[in-house]
């Protein structure tokens, strides 16, 4: 059963690139020997830590608080002992899209991130409505709004669209029943203090703006309330929907970007049947026999964030000292602000001319850094071979093709002949960081 499957070195490599943001040698190490299940069941072990939110800094600017929350995020994936739950808590924040832009309030950001981070590996149901109702998705998405007689369809769209069953599931009159079922379901709104009118995002179901008639969604007619719809798309007639598509654009995520028909089948039967708990989905995502193919490896290009992330981890710089914000927004991926609704694609995504230049004006930016450090120090007096496993070994890359060998040796013996030899540090730097076996996870 490939589940009892010894772990190799290269296999413990490629499982703590997918299930967090590149490991150490050292953390592969300690994989190494493991069946698959026991070696996935220590990435799923979160202990009793309490989960941490962003902090929230009373005295700072909206820009500011979204700016040190960025940096905070960044920082917890790079060093957490849980990868896994931060990987998926970033999964989740491209599924459940809010906008600080919209949202105008990192306070309400973080609330909604601190869910994602407590509930993401929990019960589909219960994670799907915290996020419903929190006052993030209630403005970015305008049900804050939605009341009896004036019906705002954004919310119920995306809750079927883009949340749980997928396009081409529901209908349009299943929009418009949707969008009355969540009347009521707003936030406070304006309200006087003090003399002067203010914001209240607080959550409050009016009652007085609900529509409570009867109404058809899915074949069913009764008097629908907006979290009764969740527990029917997740526990009800449209489960098999629902957990196909979660578990479709999960493996898209965590493993490859063209699962065939069989492997979803599995996944979803497994979510199914463990009664829609995430993470007995993502046990099966990381025990799938094709999770592990030779196909599989290297197979899907890093995301910004994990990218900048594996980077950091290799250099040691810290999120305080290198502007991410500046980088991020170029290269196409700024936390707290995905582009709209949809959030993020996966793999190939990412590629793209812009993208590219970005990622490579980032890293030749900040080669003065290198310079300045003991990265590789030493590199330009080492034998050929062992030049290049420096390299590879620095950037935890694995297995890198013949190919990246080929052209990283030969850039080596021309560099060792020219009077430039003090700049292969940083050169090699910039070669390793964007070489395709780093972009690639």
Known sequence: MPANDIVSYHDAAHLLRRAGFGGTPKQARELKGLTRAAAVDQLLDFGTQTPERPPFYPNESEWQQNLKAMQWWVAKMGSTRY????????????HFATSWEKVKEQA???????????????????????????????????????VAGAE????????????????????EKEVVAMAKAWTG???????????????????????????GSNKTLFGITKKWNGPDTIDELVHGVRQEMTARFIATKLWKFLATGAPSEAVIDRLTAAFVDSGMIIEALVRAVLLEDDFWSEDARYGLVRSPVEYLVALMAVTGWT???????????????????????????????????ATAWARARFVNEWQWKVRKSDLMLGIE????????????????????????????????????????????????FVLGALCPEFQMV
């Open 83 to 94: 990868p896994l739950q931060e990987k998926m808590t970033l999964f989740w924040h491209g």
């Open 152 to 171: 705002q369809e954004n919310f119920a769209r995306e809750l079927m669209e883009l949340f749980t069953i997928g396009v081409g599931n529901f209908s």
């Open 319 to 353: 999120s305080e000292e290198v502007p991410i914000r500046w980088y991020m927004d170029p290269m196409g991926q700024t936390l707290f602000n995905p582009p709209d609704v949809a959030g993020w694609g996966t793999d190939t995504y990412w590629l793209s001319t």
């Open 108 to 146: 309400l950001m973080n609330d909604q991130n601190h869910v994602l981070r407590t509930k993401g590996m929990g019960d589909f149901a219960e994670l799907c409505t915290e996020i419903s109702l929190g006052s993030a998705m209630l403005i970015y998405l305008d049900n804050e709004t939605n």
């Open 381 to 428: 007096d080492m034998p050929v071979d062992e030049a290049i496993d420096l390299v590879f070994t620095t950037f935890n890359i694995t297995e890198p093709s013949p190919v990246t060998r080929a052209r990283f040796e030969a850039w080596f013996r021309g560099a060792i002949k020219g009077d430039r030899t003090w700049a292969i540090q940083s050169n090699a």
């Open 185 to 211: 379901h707003n936030t406070r709104g304006f309200v006087n203090r003090n003399g002067n009118w203010v914001y209240d995002p607080t959550y409050v179901f009016n009652k007085d703006e609900h529509d």
